[in-house]
């Protein structure tokens, strides 16, 4: 069993910064050679892809976050990271995170483990 725990979410101004976080954990196993991103949800939206990042740190991102967002890992510690910056109103939303144990279907992710999300909200 893998759980995924996120923090970092909060209220902000456009054009302000936050750091996502997410935190894995899964008893007596690794997750370094998982695939691992971030989605979203707005109010009355489908959820969407936001960004990946493989088990060796290739990156991939949605058109609209690229150049704004980053996502990052420490597969020492199991953490994934969203470095969100320049933020628009348009980014507010749940972020969840998301875990894809073999990362086959790259740069697409199967998540196999989703987060309870943190909210982001970015007022103009």
């Known amino acids: 069993q893998v759980q995924l725990a996120e923090s970092g979410g909060g209220l902000v101004q456009a054009g302000g910064s936050l750091r996502l976080s997410c935190a894995a954990s899964?008893?007596?196993?690794?997750?370094?050679?998982?695939?691992m991103g971030w989605f979203r949800q707005a109010p009355g939206l489908e959820r969407e892809f936001v960004a990946a990042i493989s088990w060796n740190s290739n990156t991939f991102y949605v058109d609209s976050v690229k150049g704004r967002f980053t996502i990052s890992r420490d597969n020492a510690k199991n953490i994934v990271y969203l470095q969100v910056n320049s933020l628009k109103p348009e980014d507010t939303a749940v972020y969840y995170c998301?875990?894809?144990?073999?990362?086959?279907?790259?740069?697409?992710?199967?998540?196999?483990?989703w987060g309870q999300g943190t909210q982001v909200t970015v007022s103009s």
């Open positions: 899964a008893s007596g196993r690794t997750l370094s050679r998982s695939a």
């Open positions: 998301a875990l894809d144990q073999d990362g086959s279907s790259w740069p697409l992710l199967t998540p196999d483990y």
